[in-house]
């Protein structure tokens, strides 16, 4: 019960990177959540960010941050740093 009771920011956060196979070549998208499942099932579902429907995503990559403050941070670096991500964007199945 105490940890439904818990704020956002108190709950653990998780910094991530998704990835895919488009028409156009390999997209990625990073982002923070709360809920790692539940957060990849919305982008498959159509209901993540509007830059991420109609694609199927798979996780590439997460790492926890201890609060959201954090976790914006580490978002804001790791999208600015393509080098990372497009190294991450060669385990996608299918981009041999």
């Not at 956002?8 to 990625?28: F, H, P, Q």
């Amino acid at each position: 019960m105490q940890d439904e009771q818990l704020s956002d920011e108190c709950k653990s956060c998780y910094v991530y990177v998704l990835g895919t196979c488009a028409v156009n070549g390999i997209r990625t998208y990073v982002g923070w959540t709360t809920n790692l499942e539940r957060r990849l099932a919305e982008h498959n579902s159509g209901k993540g960010a509007r830059s991420t429907r109609g694609r199927e995503w798979r996780l590439l990559y997460s790492e926890r941050a201890e609060d959201r403050s954090l976790a914006q941070s580490r978002e804001y670096a790791l999208k600015k740093d393509r080098g990372f991500r497009k190294m991450l964007a060669r385990h996608i199945p299918g981009t041999d």
